[in-house]
């Protein structure tokens, strides 16, 4: 093995390792803002376990354990990838862990539907985001999106198109 393949290895596990961190710490704090932050800016003044009272009196559930296998599918897609990264390229590592920040803007919406929905009929309430930690979610999922977008026009634009019929279609018939 090369010392150009081992640093390209050993680069391509440290952009895994930061990438697993923040698809990581995005999870985490997707569950918090579903499952903490959001019903207490939704229902200002209740104690979290008044809300969650509430809204099992009112025959709708909070669904944290679906909030909570679902916000960590990421996590561990994000785990997967970080054992395969050594045989990438950084760029393309790169690329895998922005486009799973990427799709936490539609797995953090669908993970907060169903509890936005019963905040809703609990408290006749929109069940819409009450904290604005969602538009950073949302606003990380979006930057995420452009930067994935940049690290793939560099790499395609250092790719050279080959000849799809190959060298035997060249004739030397002049």
């Known amino acids: 093995m090369t010392t150009r393949t081992t640093e390209r290895g ?3 596990v ?3 390792l930061v990438g697993t961190t923040v698809v990581v710490a995005y999870a985490v704090v997707a569950v918090v803002q579903v499952l903490v932050l959001n019903p207490l800016s939704a229902v200002p003044g209740q104690p979290l376990g008044q809300i969650y009272a509430d809204v099992e009196a009112a025959g709708e559930s909070m669904g944290v354990g679906f909030v909570i296998v679902f916000l960590a599918l990421g996590p561990a897609i994000a785990m997967a990838l970080l054992t395969r990264a050594r045989k990438a390229p950084r760029s393309v590592v790169a690329g895998w862990y922005l486009a799973l920040v990427a799709l936490g803007a539609p797995a953090y919406f669908w993970a907060s ?3 936005g929905l019963a905040l809703a009929d609990a408290y006749l ?3 819409g985001d009450h904290s604005a930690w969602g538009l950073v979610l ?9 930067a994935l977008i940049a690290v793939a026009a560099r ?11 190959g060298p035997a279609a ?5």
């Open 10 to 12: 050993t680069w391509s």
């Open 14 to 16: 440290r952009v895994a």
């Open 113 to 115: 539907f169903g509890p």
């Open 125 to 127: 309430a929109s069940g």
């Open 138 to 146: 949302y606003a990380l999922s979006g930057l995420a999106l452009v």
């Open 155 to 165: 790499r395609l634009k250092g790719h050279v198109p080959t000849n799809p019929a």
């Open 170 to 174: 060249r004739t030397n018939d002049s």
